[in-house]
């Protein structure tokens, strides 16, 4: 991953968890087995990428306390 600015991760940060809450409302309305499938994947991969972003963050934070 690139180096992002604080602004930039918690923007990113956002829009993940933006992106996270429309997959999660869309694959709540699934029916079928492939759409299920598809929109879980969608969402295991954003809850992935929002633990790293609030990883980077929580590192960033304990490095500016020290």
């Known amino acids: 991953m690139n180096i ?8 990113r940060l956002n829009k ?7 997959w999660e409302n869309k694959l709540a309305k699934s029916r079928k087995a492939g759409k299920i499938a598809t929109r879980a994947k969608h969402c ?18 304990c490095n500016e306390q020290v």
């Open 4 to 11: 992002l600015t604080n602004q930039e991760l918690a923007e």
């Open 44 to 61: 295991s991969m954003l809850r992935k990428e929002i633990v790293e972003l609030k990883g980077i963050a929580f590192a960033r934070h």
């Open 16 to 22: 993940k968890q933006a992106d996270l809450t429309w």
